[in-house]
Nanobody, 121 residues
Framework: QVQLVESGGGLVQAGGSLRLSCAAS????????MGWYRQAPGNQRELVAT???????NYADSVKGRFTISRDNAKKTVYLQMNSLKPEDTAVYYC???????????????WGQGTQVTVSS
């Protein structure tokens, strides 16, 4: 059983900052890429940022220069530092991780339950 638990969402004014965290727990052999996605009402879920096990990062154009993704492999945790927040960043943010649960088991995608981020103008 694998769980991803997010924290750190909330309400912030435009221009403010928030830091999201996502901790993986359970029967984990290894974690490959981890990432953050978001979904605003009426929209499809979209990629925000990803980070590989070697800490190579990728960002959506809309957040480049404002958001920073990082990870602590020992804590099995991924972070998203969000600065200069805009009202259009308002969405439910989901954590994602590619996890292998055993030595000869396949890799699966796991998702967190989501955390609401609301940016007021």
């Amino acid at each position: 059983q694998v769980q991803l638990v997010e924290s750190g969402g909330g309400l912030v004014q435009a221009g403010g900052s928030l830091r999201l965290s996502c901790a993986a727990s359970g029967s984990i052999f290894s974690i490959n890429a981890m990432g953050w996605y978001r979904q605003a009402p009426g929209n499809q879920r979209e990629l925000v940022a990803t980070i590989t096990s070697a800490s190579s990062t990728n960002y959506a154009d809309s957040v480049k220069g404002r958001f920073t993704i990082s990870r602590d492999n020992a804590k099995k945790t991924v972070y998203l530092q969000m600065n200069s927040l805009k009202p259009e960043d308002t969405a439910v943010y989901y954590c994602n991780a590619e996890i292998i649960t055993g030595r000869f088991r396949p890799l699966y995608d796991y998702w967190g339950q989501g955390t609401q981020v609301t940016v007021s103008s």
